[in-house]
């Protein structure tokens, strides 16, 4: 296809962009990004070197190959950190009001009070990890902000660079977002801070008829999630689309792309915690084998590690209440710049498109362009755009019944096929059956008479693995069958069957909390660690005690602004009359089990000599 086709398909659906009150960056077009940046290399144990300065680079060099050894990182510097002077002079700006109202950020009810204390606690150990890792200074955000309103005033434009990937039945429409910085961290009380952002949106079509295109599915990125749940149906009510334009409520700082307008409970997996959470999904499985059974599926089932105790809560602001840009809206896109085939800025220059913060964790680091991740391998969104969104197991509505005929006829043969083994093995067993039937009563054949036992018993489990197996076949045909028909009714799956956990943005009714209840989040981790080492200090004898009593203290506070005093009451009312039952059988074991030895005897023979009189 031409590229004009393709900029002309990008252009058909290209997405609208609603941003919160208060956003600083926008997206733009690479080109006057890279000029405004310098080029670096850094290499292990010796000092960042500096390739191109600034105003001297350009796309054509940033793509020049270069030789610095496997271990060299190349990363791109957007704006050097204010100095004292610099910051004083916005900061009394800022104090003196004297930025315009409509573009003030107001932030709502504290993140912390939206959680429970394992993510508080969580919180407090990556707090702390900020001050022994690679963070990106705090005032390079105020930098960043004011270098790119230079570059919006010289030109305003809002640019972003798409692609069309063709693939098994699909047309993939790419569209690819670069904003000059993150600053969800310092702007918004986010996880991190980074120059460089790349966000993607892909659109999901197939041709219905000859040259007539239908949007089907569209998956928003958000943060370094994949999988079904970042994909909704085109006619989900949930999709909200100005005529064939679908609307993305961008977080604020951050940029995630989220479907519905909202404050959204982020929460995101430590490093650090990767241990601790591969503990306890090995535990889980223990307990499953051991103690529980399930009929569900694994996957339908949640992991105990997927619980937010494990996680840092942070809050995306995506409310759209600013800057609208797209189709119709109060700034427009320019020309879309396409990305196939890719040109040498995007496959030939691995590096970070910002600061390299030499954070462990990466977080603070700057990503690498939209092809590649931060270590050079290929991003799966850039290979497999079809299946980043869990999109590779389903056919365009057009090759379902294709698929569907296709996936009876194997059945069918794999049914035949079975058949003809069952009829095999079952006249091999009885074969076996008959010799062995002949064995019987004869000593010296014993040996040969255990052989032909333990034979019968393997070819006995062989066929009954394969019958299963055929009964399972008849079942899945009946029940493509059956899909079938609902498929030719022109009916279609559920419009969220694929999504396991849908985000949704923070209900009203959970974020009407008291300012009494955000500061009290706020302390309560910090209340506890200072209360623990009182304890130690000054009354070790009582520890046990004192932690149980704080405890019990803080958990009243919490479900007294939560509104849950008689919630609070009964759980307390249950684990006390449990731990009491556990206090008397510790007590009076040996009578509770003479009692129930007598009980479970009586009950026996009372059931037995039932039995006799029916």
Sequence with gaps: MSQ????????????????????????????????????????????????VPESQLTLERLAEPRAHGSDAVYYLKFIEPLNITEMARI?????????????????????????????????????????????????????????????????????????????????????????????????????????????????????????????????YASHDFSGDDLRRRWDDPELEKVGEHPVIYAGAGSHASYFQRGEYLAELELPFLRPVVQFVDRLQLIWERIILTYDSKPEDRQKWSEYSIFRVPFVDYARGDGLAIGPGQEREWDEPQLLDPPPGWVSQYRGLW???????????????????????????????????????????????????????????????DLAGKIEVLSQEL??????????????????????????????????????????????????????????????????????????????????????FAEFWAAVSVGVMMVSFILLVLFARGYLLFGLAAAISLMVFIEASFRRRVTRFITSVTIGLAVVSAFVLLFEFFWTVVVVAVLAAGSYTMWENIRELRR
Aim: glycine share 8%.
């Design 430 to 515: 009885r074969g076996l059956g008959v010799e062995l039937a002949g064995m019987q009563g004869l000593p010296h054949l014993r040996q040969a008479q255990e052989r032909q036992q333990k034979q019968i018993a393997a070819v006995s489990t062989s066929l009954n693995g394969l019958q299963a197996q055929l009964a399972a076949d008849e079942a899945l045909l009946e029940a493509i069958n059956l899909y079938a028909a609902r498929v030719q009714a022109g009916e279609r799956t559920p419009l969220r069957a694929h999504i396991r956990r849908a985000h949704h943005p923070t209900s009203a009714e959970s974020l009407r909390l008291n300012r």
């Design 354 to 416: 910002g600061l390299f913060a030499r954070d462990p964790f990466s977080g603070e680091n700057a990503p690498a362009g939209p092809m590649y991740n931060r270590d050079g391998t290929v991003r799966h969104a850039w290979y497999d755009p079809l299946g980043w969104a869990g999109l590779d197991k389903v056919p365009p509505p057009n090759q379902r019944a294709i698929f569907i005929q296709r996936q009876r006829e194997e059945i069918e043969s794999r049914r035949a």
């Design 91 to 219: 900061r009394l700006q800022e104090s003196l009001g004297l930025k315009e109202s409509h573009d003030v950020f107001r932030a709502g009810p504290g993140r912390l009070a939206r959680v429970g204390y394992g993510s508080r606690f969580v919180d407090a150990l990556f707090s702390l990890s900020l001050l022994a890792r690679g963070r990106v200074p705090g005032d390079t955000a105020v930098a960043a902000a004011l270098a790119y309103r230079r570059l919006l005033a010289e030109q305003e434009q809002y640019c972003y660079y798409g692609r069309v990937v063709r693939r098994n039945g699909w047309l993939t429409l790419q569209y690819w977002f670069f904003y000059p910085y993150n600053n969800w961290r310092s702007g918004y009380a986010g996880a991190n801070d980074h120059e460089g952002d790349w966000e993607m949106v892909c659109v999901y079509v197939y041709e219905d008829e000859p040259g007539q295109l239908r949007p089907d599915w569209i998956a």
């Design 4 to 51: 004009e086709t393709d900029r002309a398909l990008l252009r058909r659906f290209e997405p609208v962009i609603r941003f919160t009150r208060g956003e600083q960056f926008f997206p733009v077009n690479i080109e006057r990004y890279v000029w405004a940046s310098s080029l670096w290399v850094h290499r292990p144990q010796q000092f960042p070197l500096r390739l």
